[in-house]
């Protein structure tokens, strides 16, 4: 199935700024995220992977200014990487091409889907020597968990939405959520809180200590377009 992108933007709120962009696969139709990857197989799932990282790249070429320091979010496929520094090659003539610099890319990998640790730890060191930022998406939700930590460190972990849903009236997830922010802060690693939809939340997990927030509360993710500042509902 033919596909684009959309761009979710990534807020720091202390700095009241765009701190990056998540790009999230869309069909050219308006087709869902579940539509576009019902298609990917064992035998498309590394071709599939690269083209979403030329096409996340080639859009932020076009539509991002050199000056800014927003960072560009791409989701990857640990199952579709059989070699990093291989399989990096596309990525980074892409960038080369657009004019963007490596150096503001970040790559996620969600732990809902069963993978081989140790290839990830890999993965993850290898981006890591390479100046990505490195990141897990939906943390709390998946598979692994905190044995995925225990292993490796990303630069980032993003708390899964349901985690957060309600957080602001549920102490049991406020609990969850502190243990989160200082386990993190104990191995050097940033923490994101992502779906975040109401006020109440975002003051709830700011009041916790975390700066970098996505969510419909700022903005819903925009085919093939990158939200400016001004756009943006920055919730102080």
């Known amino acids: 199935m033919p596909f684009t992108m959309a761009f979710h933007p990534i807020i720091d709120i202390d700095q009241e700024r765009i701190w990056g962009y ?6 050219v139709d308006g087709q869902s995220a579940a539509s576009v990857l019902s298609a990917v197989t064992e035998a498309n ?7 979403c990282r030329v096409k996340a790249i080639e859009l932020a070429g076009a539509n991002l200014s050199a000056a800014s320091d927003s960072r560009l979010s791409i989701n ?9 520094r291989a399989c990096i090659r596309a990525t980074l003539e892409a960038a080369a091409r657009a004019g963007f610099s490596p150096n503001r890319l970040m790559f996620e990998f969600t732990e809902n889907e069963r993978m081989d640790t140790s290839h990830v730890a890999n993965i ?4 890591k020597r390479m100046g990505f ?10 598979y692994a968990g905190l044995g995925l930590l225990a292993q490796f460190q990303p630069d980032l972990i993003k708390i899964d939405m349901e985690l957060l849903r309600g ?47 996505q969510g419909y509360l700022f903005a819903k ?4 377009t990158f939200a400016t500042r001004e756009q943006l509902q920055l919730v102080a």
Do not use: W
């Open 45 to 51: 799932r590394y071709v599939f992977d690269q083209a």
């Open 133 to 142: 930022t490195t990141a897990i998406d939906d943390f709390g939700a998946g």
């Open 221 to 224: 993710p925009q085919v093939e």
């Open 167 to 213: 957080v602001d009236s549920s102490v049991a997830r406020q609990a969850i959520v502190a243990g989160i922010v200082a386990m993190a802060k104990a191995l050097g690693i940033t923490v994101l809180a992502e779906g975040v939809e109401t006020g109440g939340e975002l003051a709830t997990l700011r009041a916790a200590g975390i700066s970098l927030f």
């Open 22 to 27: 998540e790009a999230l696969v869309r069909g």
């Open 76 to 84: 990857f496929m640990p199952n579709a990487v059989y070699e990093p």
């Open 124 to 127: 993850v060191a290898e981006y």
